[in-house]
């Protein structure tokens, strides 16, 4: 049962690297009251290979992980251009 347990977690720490995981800031400018990131992590949410999305309304912004190998910036942009709230990459 142990080396299972081990087994799995060397597959959850090599996963990951090997599908190319990438982190991106956006820009969203749009995001004026506490009911927007809620849309708009729901947007990017369900984006495939999006594991995981962090929107900050204060900062104007969503903090997005997503597989490379499924997901590219611009179906993240054109996701949240399609809930209403145009973003781009913040550099
Ligand atoms: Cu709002």
Redesign the pocket.
Known sequence: MKKLLAAFCLAAVVGPALAATQTVTLSVPG??????PI?VKKALSKVEGVSQVDVTLEKREAVVTFDDTKADIQKLTKATKDAGYPSSVKH
């Open positions: 995001m004026t009251c506490p009911a927007c849309t």
